[in-house]
């Protein structure tokens, strides 16, 4: 099996520019692509986690990755997959957020010896002369056809700003320069992304009269329609001080059976052949194919000792005995008290149990909340310092999601 016919067995590939040069291209190692990473958080989450494992895999075969840190596109903000335009950033945040890509893009990608590039288009984009984008790049774009882009039909209702107008015709011009600078022939980028993508070939067809090729991954969606990565409590992120190893494994442990095959094929470097085995798999054995997901997946963010951790913990904690010590914890104090407790509510907040007080009010009501293995509903429940203070202060939300208080 080729490269190529793998990412279409693993599920991966939406939609291509001229398939056959792609294949030729990826499958004898002469891709040199890029994947674009805006910084408007200071970690990549697991939205990125995809793009991140599709990049390992085409390296192992030889091809060259540019990992692009978006610090000048982060200064529009990308309208794909909005319904108000984004917040605007300080570039002092912009470069913070940067510097915390790069640390954690190296678990995944080989940087050495040219094997792999990181570059920001801040180094391009920001000295650009206005007047001079308009007459080189903006004469290649039909304002017609930009309007028919989903990223900005479904805007056009609620507003689109002039500066979010402009997005497309950044992250053309960045493949642009890529080209001309490394050679980057090849773009990639999640299949929301295709209309922003094609601009960027046809700038370079019209403008150099070479070819360029890009390729759109098929998203991963959760059970509910949201995509990848999100939680009610908010995004899963790749930094362990904001997802915890374990919790990070959890979110995988508890995927919908319908997805464990697909995230397998598609996240995982295991074997098509022993994944196509576990399509045969029911019942209790859905179970252990989630382990194998959450385990392997765990390991190539965190490492194996962290991934072992986080699986023994889980499976101490569901067989209602074990070590806890490896469960996830939040630190209070006495400045986290008022009137010398604190409110069962706001402990739900503060763990990122909840996303918010009156989906914690709902969810102690709904009778989904437990502290020391004992269930409450009476939504006023407040702890003082000595009840905090006891060996092991733990909270549960549901049946899987569980967090330790340790108080100082």
């Known amino acids: 099996m080729t490269l190529y016919e793998e990412l279409v067995a693993r599920g991966l590939i939406a939609q291509v ?171 990639f980028g999640g299949d929301d992304q295709w209309s922003n993508m094609l601009g960027g070939t046809e700038l370079i067809r019209r403008k ?24 009610q409590s908010g995004a899963v992120w790749l930094d362990p001080n904001k997802t915890s190893p374990f919790d990070f494994y959890q979110y995988w442990r508890n995927i919908a059976d319908a997805d464990v095959l697909k995230c397998l094929r598609m996240l995982t470097f295991l074997p098509l052949e022993q994944i196509d085995e576990m399509d045969r798999w029911e019942g209790s054995q859905l179970n252990t194919a989630k382990e194998i997901l959450a385990y392997e997946l765990t390991k190539l963010v965190h490492g194996e000792a962290e991934a072992t951790k986080a699986q023994n913990s889980a499976r101490a904690l569901f067989s209602n ?24 509510i706001t402990l739900l907040v503060k763990t990122n149990l909840v996303g918010s007080r009156s989906e914690g009010r709902r969810t102690i009501e709904q009778g989904g909340v437990s502290v020391n293995g004992e269930r409450i509903t009476d939504i006023n429940a407040a702890f003082t310092a000595d009840e905090l203070s006891v060996d092991e202060f733990i909270i549960k939300r549901g049946k899987k999601k569980f967090m330790k208080i340790i108080f100082k």
């Not at 150099?208 to 939680?231: F, H, P, Q, R, V």
């Not at 005995?321 to 069962?344: K, R």
């Open 208 to 231: 150099l009269s070479k070819d360029a090729y890009a390729m759109t991954i098929n998203l991963l969606l959760n059970s509910e329609g949201n995509k990848m990565g999100k939680t």
């Open 17 to 187: 520019t001229d398939e056959e040069e792609i294949k030729e291209l990826i499958n004898q190692g002469k891709a040199i692509f890029y994947i674009g990473f805006d910084p408007t958080a200071d970690s990549l989450h697991v939205g990125h986690f995809m793009a991140l494992c599709l990049m390992k895999r085409l390296q192992m075969a030889g091809n060259r990755p540019i990992a692009l840190i978006g610090g000048g596109t982060a200064m529009i903000g990308d309208p794909t997959g909005r319904t108000d335009m984004r917040q605007m950033m300080t570039p002092e945040t912009i470069q913070h957020n940067c510097d915390c890509f790069k640390q954690q893009m190296s678990r995944f990608i080989d940087f050495s010896d040219g094997k792999a590039l990181m570059v920001n288009n801040a180094d391009w984009l920001l000295d650009l002369n206005y007047v001079d984008v308009l007459r080189e790049v903006g004469a290649h774009f039909s304002v017609n056809r930009m309007l028919t882009a989903e990223c900005y039909k479904q805007r056009m209702e609620k507003g689109l700003s002039f500066l979010e107008f402009n997005y497309m015709i950044m992250q053309s011009y960045d493949f642009y320069v890529l080209y001309q600078k490394y050679g980057c022939n090849m773009q």
């Open 321 to 344: 005995g074990g070590d806890n010590a490896n469960m996830p914890c939040t630190s209070l104090d006495a400045s986290d008290l008022s009137d010398g407790s604190i409110g069962l």
